[in-house]
């Protein structure tokens, strides 16, 4: 049972436009959410988090934003670069003593 | 500040055969995870630990799978013997006190 989910494998978007990915959670008691960007043949890079108690976090060109009645977290990357292709996976942790869950992932593609 | 370490980036052995995966965390970094990533998927948690005590391996499989964090800061898997399907990159992560994770490159593991 997916606790985290990621409904769509892929995105495409043209450059300088807004790239928006999705992410869904099923266990209300997560209470921090963490995107991260993965480029092939490296490890997962931490991008931006937010904590349960704020709706949108902002960092740069990045944004998450929060919406737990729906159980549903976006990132926004404006304006989408061709550097920002790479997979994007959604993770989230109850507390301090939770485990960090994945998403599967989001390839974005950001064509110039 | 140098990141996550691991080695070897790449491994090949033939199936029956012993591996070891090594990690080197973050300077300072108590909590330290190894993930299992296969193809298209995201990473899903082996093993977690808070210093060096392991407090949640449920989903280490322990008939073949081992970990070792002595004195609370590097790491070493193990799986003996190798099954074809452990063919996957195994990363490790390290965070402070279970908050934003940071990874390693990760161990590309190719068993024959």
């Known amino acids: 049972d997916q606790q985290v989910k990621q409904n769509s494998p892929s995105l495409s978007v043209q450059e300088g436009r807004i790239s928006i990915l999705n992410c869904d959670y099923t266990?209300?008691?997560?209470?921090?959410f963490l995107w991260y960007k993965k480029y092939p043949a490296e490890g997962p890079t931490f991008l931006i988090s937010?904590?349960?108690?704020?709706d949108k976090n902002e960092d740069g060109r990045f944004t998450v934003f929060l919406n737990k009645s729906a159980k549903h977290l976006s990132l926004h990357i404006v304006p989408s670069q061709p550097g920002d292709s790479a997979v994007y996976f959604c993770?989230?942790?109850?507390?301090?003593?939770?485990?960090?869950?994945f998403g599967k992932g989001t390839k974005l593609s950001v064509k110039p | 500040e140098a990141g996550v370490v691991q080695s070897p980036r790449y491994k090949i052995i033939e199936k029956k055969q012993p591996v070891a995966f090594w990690c080197n965390p973050i300077?300072?970094?108590?909590?330290l995870y190894w993930y299992l990533q296969n193809l298209g998927q995201g990473p899903e948690l082996l093993i977690r630990?808070?210093?060096?005590?392991?407090?949640?391996d449920s989903q280490l499989p322990k008939d073949r799978f081992s970990a070792e964090r002595l004195k609370g800061v590097d790491s070493t898997l193990k799986i003996q013997p190798a099954e074809l399907g452990d063919s996957a990159v195994y990363l490790c992560?390290?965070?402070?006190?279970?908050?934003?994770?940071?990874f390693g490159q990760g161990t590309r593991l190719t068993v024959v």
């Open positions: 992560a390290s965070s402070f006190h279970n908050t934003e994770a940071f």
């Open positions: 266990n209300s008691m997560f209470d921090y």
């Open positions: 937010i904590s349960s108690i704020k």
């Open positions: 993770a989230a942790i109850r507390g301090s003593q939770g485990n960090l869950i």
């Open positions: 300077s300072g970094h108590n909590t």
């Open positions: 630990y808070e210093n060096e005590e392991a407090v949640d």
